[in-house]
């Protein structure tokens, strides 16, 4: 290596030179490890017990102190543990807020303020400042010349023939709409060219008028005169007495169509319904729009179907939630089984579900005519 680090050649001297370092340095860092390692072995023989027992009260004190594995770094620990207490006064009571609040505020106002650098004695300096005035334009209304024979045309105009021009040019702000329904003048002003059209108030469909405990108690006598019920918009019902209506439509031979839209009905309600298609032949018209049934609900509906083959007329449409593309697709499979149910009333949001519906469905109009 010396002969490389004396070389004449620039490379071999380069390489001789970070050669002679590195041995260089290995040679200190292993006396540097062997030193360190004699001054631990003078530690080897100690009795730690024999040595605590000659501190003082006070000495083991600051030796706790300097022992406590303190992290202030650690954002998981609470900020009284992430540093040492070193508070030596003793406590003064409980926290009162407005005692310290008082507290503060006696010592803000007895502060001294510091002296300013320059005094302050109000005097002003420099030139206010005093915004352009911008000079006023000044317009001049335009006047305009009419050619003598329209000049004396309209001079000689009526208030009704005013009234037909302004119409047709339409000036909307220039006659009233009475004036220019009747071709009348008026002194209260022009505002408006349209006619006032008196609006009829739009009232709120009434209540449903339908008796739910009377209807309940026909459906189970199998009243011959009631064919279809209509329960539509009765929020009220309790679920048991929905329940009971499907139960007492199982063996009902008359009601063609039943109807139960936006009456709070949910899935339990839906599976009772199933279970009365899967009895019922009599039926035709079922109506479930707009309530609280999820996918459960309407799979049970749809698994329901597979069995019935007397109902023409669906509706679900307008739940509270999505039913979800799985859904979808079993309610296809099941309308290409059934070839019965003409009418299906609900939304798909996927194409395909769509697509093989509408192609059951009609298939279904097909084989019925």
């Given amino acids: 290596s010396l002969s490389l680090f004396w070389s004449s050649d620039p490379e071999k001297k380069q390489c001789g030179c970070g050669l002679l370092f590195s041995v260089a340095w290995k040679a200190i860092a292993g006396t540097m490890a062997l030193s360190y390692k004699k001054d631990l072995d003078k530690y080897k023989d100690l009795d730690e017990d024999e040595i605590l027992n000659k501190l003082s009260a006070e000495e083991l004190k600051q030796l706790e102190t300097a022992l406590e594995e303190m992290d202030p770094e650690n954002a998981l620990l609470p900020a009284g543990l992430r540093q040492k207490d070193q508070t030596a006064k003793k406590a003064t009571g409980s926290f009162n807020r407005d005692s310290l609040l008082k507290y503060l505020e006696k010592e803000a106002m007895e502060y001294k303020d510091r002296d300013d650098v320059v005094p302050f004695t109000g005097e002003k300096k420099g030139k206010a400042f005093v915004p352009k005035q911008k000079p006023m334009e000044t317009r001049q209304e335009e006047v305009t010349t009419l050619d003598p024979e329209l000049e004396e045309a309209l001079s000689s105009a009526t208030d009704t023939e005013l009234c037909d021009l302004a119409a047709i040019l339409g000036v909307h702000t220039l006659v009233t709409s009475t004036q220019t329904y009747d071709g009348t003048g008026s002194k209260e002003g022009y505002n408006n060219v349209i006619k006032g059209e008196k609006m009829n108030p739009v009232f709120d469909e009434p209540p ?11 459906i189970k006598n199998n009243d011959s005169s ?21 139960k007492a439509m199982e063996k009902n031979t008359h009601i063609k169509k039943f109807s139960l839209a936006a009456t709070r009905s949910n899935d339990p309600i839906a599976v009772a319904f199933s279970d009365m298609l899967r009895e019922n032949k009599t039926l035709r018209s079922l109506n479930l729009e707009t309530n609280f049934i999820t996918g459960t609900g309407v799979q049970a ?58 192609a059951a469905i009609t298939k279904n109009n097909d084989l019925g005519m």
């Avoid at 019902?237 to 329940?243: A, D, F, N, S």
């Fill in 208 to 218: 449903n008028p339908t008796n739910v405990e009377e209807t309940l108690q026909r």
């Fill in 301 to 358: 509906l749809v698994d329901a179907l597979r069995d019935n083959d007397t109902l023409t007329e669906i509706k679900i449409d307008n739940q509270r939630q999505q039913l979800g593309t799985t859904v979808e697709m079993e309610i296809a499979k099941m309308l290409e089984e059934n070839n019965s149910i003409v009418k299906f009333g609900y939304h798909f949001n996927q194409q395909g579900p769509r697509s093989r519906a509408a």
């Fill in 226 to 246: 009631l064919t279809e019920v209509n329960l539509n918009n009765i929020k009220n019902i309790p679920i048991p007495t929905l329940k009971e209506l499907a």
